[in-house]
């Protein structure tokens, strides 16, 4: 098999980083290898290419067959421009001063293009720290006033309780003066506190009141049956009335007739004296 130009994995995980090598096809990726052309470096942007030019081309010239990846590498350094320029010296087409020319304003070109794009990714990268920097900017600041709200409330809290135990002491002192200047009110208080005994002995009475009130209503029927029975009563003793006021004619008839008998009597007895 031919030789090939390809690259060989260095770096640890995560972090790669290439050899471009010049090795045996039948030899493994990472075995041996018959030269090294240069590194690459995928990781940076734009990536980092280094390689030895003129080692590059002749093994282009000699035929090695160099892999896609490899390919692309060697283009983007004119490695394959110029293989295919001196291909048209040999042919008669072109000067090696026509080649050189034509060689070197490709070189410009490129390199301008990787000015820009380098200067395009600085401003990228320069656009996302500032993004980045205002982010936190207002994240810092909401976080400022969210802490001064806090400290603010805390300090307001600290002042209540302070002027607490102020206002307690002058409440006190308030109520003792109230109580040395009016002492009465003592008495004002005992005087209601019997009042309040009072209201509820009332009620007692009120109660107790209550069933003296339901055995007046059941004595009350008893009462009326009273005078139905005096009204029988007196029915019947009105024909003992009668009785007796005939007979009272009769008792005083008899004292009369004894009267009337002892005037006769008396005459009688007066003859015999005038004689």
Known sequence: MPTKIRLQRKGKKGQPFYHLVVADGRAPRDGKFIE???????LTHPATIEINFDRSLYWIQVGAQPTDTARSILSSKGVMLKHHLLKGVKKGALTEEQV???????????QEKLEKTRKDAELADKDKSKKQLEAERKINETRAAEISKKRAQE???VAAEAEAPKDEAGTKEEAK???????????????????????PAKEEEAKKE?????????TEP?????????EEVKKEEQPK????????PAKEEKPAKEKEAKKEDKPEKEDPKGE
């Open 210 to 218: 209550e069933p003296k009130a339901e055995e007046k209503a059941e």
């Open 100 to 110: 050189e020319e034509k060689f070197q304003e490709w070189l410009k070109e490129k």
């Open 177 to 199: 003066e109230v109580t040395k200047e009016e002492p009465p009110k003592a008495e004002d208080k005992a005087e209601a506190a019997p009042a309040k005994e009072e209201k």
């Open 241 to 248: 009335a009668e009785e007796k006021a005939e007979t009272e």
């Open 36 to 42: 090294r052309l240069g590194t690459y470096n995928p």
């Open 222 to 230: 008893a009462k009326e049956e009273k005078p139905a029975k005096e």
């Open 155 to 157: 300090t307001l809290k």
